[in-house]
């Protein structure tokens, strides 16, 4: 009886698990932003969801990682009725702004406020860690 040589099988496996490695970063990040640096304690999330995650880049576009189009930038109603719909069928789904650290605090605000419109209580901030410097 002849065998099956798996031996191509794995060579396939291996090139298929580097290229998602390599791509699974590049798919998080999305709309270009700067954000800022916080040393606060990242939030616990017990659920395995997606967080809900409204962009504001450095001219104050907005953008959600909900729905279509999700490079480009949302209307303010389309913001509310997108994270409405979400929030209805998914109530424990994590809310979170991801803005560039230039972006002026009126427009953070503004986007925290048409979260609020679409039913968001509770919003959490994207932010990059602190980087510890040595004491001398």
């Known amino acids: 009886m002849?065998?099956?040589?798996?031996?191509?099988?794995?060579?396939?496996?291996l090139v298929l698990l580097i290229i998602f490695m390599v791509t699974a970063p590049l798919l998080t990040q999305g709309i270009k932003v700067e954000l800022p640096k916080a040393g606060a304690e990242p939030i616990a999330d017990s659920s395995n969801q997606m967080p809900l995650i409204l962009s504001v880049d450095q001219s104050g576009n907005l953008f959600l990682n909900v729905g279509d189009n999700e490079d480009k930038?949302?209307?303010?109603?389309t913001i509310i009725d997108r994270t409405r719909?979400?929030?209805?069928?998914?109530?424990?789904?994590?809310?979170?702004?991801?803005?560039?650290?230039?972006?002026?605090?009126g427009n953070v605000v503004g986007a925290m406020v048409l979260l609020q419109q679409g039913g968001a209580k509770d919003i959490g901030f994207v932010t990059d860690p602190l980087e510890s410097y040595p004491i001398p």
């Open 73 to 77: 930038p949302q209307s303010s109603q």
């Open 85 to 105: 719909a979400v929030l209805q069928s998914q109530p424990s789904t994590m809310v979170l702004v991801k803005a560039d650290r230039s972006v002026a605090y």
């Open 2 to 13: 002849s065998e099956i040589n798996v031996v191509p099988y794995i060579d396939v496996m």
